[in-house]
């Protein structure tokens, strides 16, 4: 397989009001058939993302704006179709911004390697949709939440074993056998 695929580094910069340093990152490798629609799915779900029903909007560095026109009612000035628009547009060392829910802003930072990659090597297959190979960095929650049922309380008072509600399962699940 030839070294046609992007590999495409993407950065968490901002969002619900935070910037994040040191950002965490996902690096996706992408055909340069797929669509702007399928790498923000992409990065969504390659962000811990579950609430997928927002609005997202990708921003190429001439400020041409990328969204769906089957979701966005009022597009953008100069916006282009994210479902019909290929990475094709996008050239090695290309940064453009990518944005999901347009009210919490999680705003990216995006970077087109200098090099192509064989997804072969990279992913061990051929995927459908582009795809997620490395990561770093905690990942905030979409909402904020830090645990199921979080109301902005204070966190549950940590128990002497964590592990004791679980079922046995796993050796190391369960209460403790003596």
């Known amino acids: 397989m030839a ?24 690096i996706i490798a992408a055909a340069r058939s797929h669509t702007f629609e399928q790498l923000g799915t992409a990065i969504d779900l390659a962000f811990a993302r579950w609430d997928l029903a927002h609005l997202r909007l990708f921003t190429l560095a001439d400020q041409t704006p990328i969204c769906s026109f089957r979701t966005w009612e009022d597009t953008p000035d100069g916006a282009v179709d994210s479902d019909r628009t290929t990475l094709n547009r996008l050239t090695p060392g290309d940064q ?15 970077t087109v390697a200098d ?7 990279e992913l061990g297959l051929m995927a459908a949709q582009p795809t997620p190979y490395r990561g770093w960095g905690d990942l905030p929650d979409q909402y904020g939440r830090r645990w199921d049922g979080d109301d902005g309380s204070a966190a549950p008072r940590r128990p002497s074993n964590p592990l004791a509600d679980l079922p046995p399962i796993l050796p190391w699940w369960g209460p403790r056998r003596r």
């Open 96 to 110: 453009f911004a990518y944005v999901f829910d347009m009210g919490d802003d999680w705003a990216h930072l995006c």
């Open 3 to 26: 070294r046609t695929w992007l590999s495409i580094r993407v950065e968490l910069v901002s969002g619900r009001g935070e910037d994040y340093w040191p950002r965490p990152g996902r």
């Open 115 to 121: 090099h192509r990659i064989d997804p072969l090597d």
